[in-house]
């Protein structure tokens, strides 16, 4: 192989390796050597650049070389922007097992220990009396809830199972159904009202999350805050489409 000089002053080429089922793309300065470039892939594909064995691929998949000689330049082999150098581990690891993270040994620490550290953002937390430990605003946080709750449920009481209704969101159509469930929910806090729509203009079958609130077909059913929902006499519509 005859080994020329190129003037390019960087190159763009995919990583892959024998230990990894990924590819990544990296841009690498063709003025390093094999051996300051293998130990800049250390990095990428976690095999130790004294196990590294290199091949290059052109753009087109098609074996060109082995980059194989430490004191040369990664600029002095046909490495061309879209080419792919691939990386033999020789230190015995197998498929994978960098990219397994169940195996990394992780940190933990207690709550009690964590607690009486001082540069941590609990600490700072406590000192500063932001969010949780802002007992005043939290007050504050739960009047407004409760306020809100209270709000709620008198709406939601007024409007009974079975009921006819239409419903007003904002930025949406009218839609009219039939009033399916009223209550609290395990899906999001407050009070919600459950409706069968007369057409598929709903998000589910009355079931969220793997629980049933009611029975309905699938896209009849949707919840609502009692405060966009209307019960009267609301005889169904043609929406006509069935017609579509």
Not at 26 to 55: D, H, N, Q
Not at 116 to 133: A, E, H, I, N, T
Not at 159 to 176: D, H, M, W
């Amino acid at each position: 192989m005859e080994v020329t000089g190129l003037s390019a002053p960087t190159v763009t080429v995919f990583i892959s390796s024998s230990l990894n089922s990924f590819r990544s793309e990296k841009r690498y300065s063709r003025s390093l050597t094999i051996a300051e470039f293998k130990c800049k892939l250390e990095l990428v594909v976690g095999s130790p650049a004294s196990c590294m064995e290199l091949e290059l691929y052109g753009a087109d998949e098609k074996f060109c070389s082995k980059l194989d000689q430490e004191d040369a330049l990664l600029g002095s082999y046909p490495v061309d922007d879209g080419c792919r150098i691939h990386v033999i581990d020789h230190s015995g690891a197998s498929l994978g097992e960098y990219e397994d993270v169940s195996k990394v040994e992780k940190y933990s620490i207690s709550q009690e220990a964590y607690d009486q550290r001082q540069d941590s953002v609990r600490s700072f937390l406590k000192r500063s009396k932001l969010g949780r430990y802002n007992e005043e605003e939290r007050a504050q946080q739960e009047a407004e809830t409760n306020q809100r709750l209270t709000e709620e449920k008198a709406q939601a009481s007024a409007i009974l199972v079975g009921s006819r209704c239409e419903v007003r969101a904002p930025g949406q159509p009218p839609r009219r159904g039939t009033v399916m469930y009223v209550g609290l929910t395990d899906f999001k806090p407050g009070y919600w009202i459950g409706v069968r729509f007369d057409e598929p203009l709903g998000k589910n079958d009355g079931s969220v999350n793997g629980k049933r609130y009611f029975e309905c077909q699938a896209k009849y059913g949707a919840f609502f805050k009692p405060s966009v929902v209307t019960v009267g006499d609301f005889p169904e519509e043609d929406y006509g489409l069935d017609e579509m």
